[in-house]
């Protein structure tokens, strides 16, 4: 039965998987002008990084005070791996893509992304289904409008400063901080709207470690990795299992 929401999404999981390059320029986490994609490290699409392998656990916490006190908390928690030839694999909950499933039921998908053979798969590994979309590569360029000086509900009114060096992860990490002003009445509101988001980028990598981001309609999300390894994931990861059934993506458009 998610057979559909996963040919949807794997437009999605593959712009969400190249690390941009340089601090400050990816974006993950929910936000009120895009889509909920948390747990991958988001950049430009079809750009490759070779020679840096890795795996780790993306971890999502979402705090949200609502008018009367109460708080919603969330943790969404994804698994991201990348092999020497660029290719990458994110285990994400549907629910982390901001999917809705029955009796909140939600199963988890993966996306493979494989410069190397020039596909994307996403599966589902609950029906041992597949769908194969083909890979896309693209030039260099800022992602999705996320950059320096920009954020959530940005209209140019933006600051960013750089923070010094920290280690995270035991990783060398450069850090930036935009902060933006909405101004009063730009979105219906009676006074100005400040958001703020941190951003942590590993060279080394060339991913993003940590995202700090506070915004009053919100609330805070904090999403970073955790448990980084640098040694090279198994092959398996990035191929489909053969008792998969795989269809192109595209397949069974007129149902």
Request: net charge positive; glycine share 14%; proline share 9%.
């Amino acid at each position: 039965m998610y057979r559909w929401i996963l040919v949807g999404l794997v437009a999605l999981g593959a712009q969400a998987q190249a690390p941009p390059k340089g601090p400050g320029r990816g974006h993950f986490g929910p936000g009120p002008d895009g889509p909920r994609f948390l747990g991958a490290e988001a950049g430009m699409p079809g750009r490759v990084v070779k020679n840096a392998p890795y795996s780790a656990e993306m971890i999502t916490e979402t705090m949200q005070t609502l008018a009367d006190g109460n708080r919603i908390h969330q943790t969404i928690t994804a698994h991201v791996y990348r092999d020497s030839e660029g290719r990458t694999r994110t285990e994400q909950p549907l629910n982390g893509l901001g999917a809705l499933a029955p009796n909140g039921n939600f199963p988890t998908v993966v996306f493979i992304h494989d410069p190397v053979a020039g596909a994307n798969y996403a599966l589902n590994p609950k029906n041992k289904t597949a769908t194969k979309s083909a890979w896309m590569a693209r030039g260099r360029g800022r992602a999705n409008g996320a950059g320096p000086g920009r954020g959530p509900g940005a209209s140019g009114n933006g600051k960013t400063e750089s923070l010094a060096r920290q280690t995270i992860e035991g990783l060398p990490a450069e850090g930036t901080r935009t902060t933006v002003t909405i101004p009063a009445g730009q979105v219906g509101n009676e006074q100005p709207i400040q958001t703020v988001t941190e951003r942590w980028y590993s060279p080394d990598l060339e991913i993003v470690l940590l995202v700090k981001q506070s915004d009053p309609r919100m609330g805070e999300t904090v999403t970073h990795l955790a448990n980084v390894s640098r040694a090279e994931p198994p092959r398996a990861l990035f191929e489909v299992p053969a008792d998969y059934k795989l269809a192109e993506a595209g397949q069974g458009r007129g149902r």
